[in-house]
């Protein structure tokens, strides 16, 4: 049968194996917590980024159909001035004037 003596001694060993794995554990809490800062960092500067890259899409959407645009019209523009090139030629009336 154990005594108390006996139990006293178990229980410091046991505190003796405890009070590093404290330790370890406080270290491990304080790298999960550094590294939730971390990611809570990367979700803002995500958001910043998906932010950003919608702004250049819609940008470049807008400059895309600008220059369309501008084609397309350059296109008609000629295509009307060879138009009336030769109805000038011709001696051809154009009935919208």
């Known amino acids: 049968m154990l005594t108390k003596n006996d139990f006293q001694q178990i229980r410091e ?10 330790k370890q554990l406080n270290t491990v ?3 999960v917590e ?6 809570d960092g990367l979700e ?3 958001g910043e980024v998906e932010k950003n890259l919608e702004r250049k899409i819609m940008q470049t ?11 397309i019209n ?3 523009n ?3 001035k060879r138009i009336r090139k030769v109805e ?4 051809i009336t154009n009935p919208q004037q």
């Open 88 to 91: 000038e030629v011709l001696q």
């Open 44 to 46: 803002g500067k995500l």
């Open 74 to 76: 350059t296109g008609y």
């Open 13 to 22: 060993i046991v505190k003796g194996e405890i009070i590093p794995v404290r």
């Open 61 to 71: 959407q807008e400059e895309t159909i600008y220059t369309l645009s501008e084609l």
């Open 34 to 39: 550094l590294v939730n800062k971390r990611v």
């Open 29 to 31: 809490e304080i790298k």
């Open 78 to 80: 000629l295509h009307e």
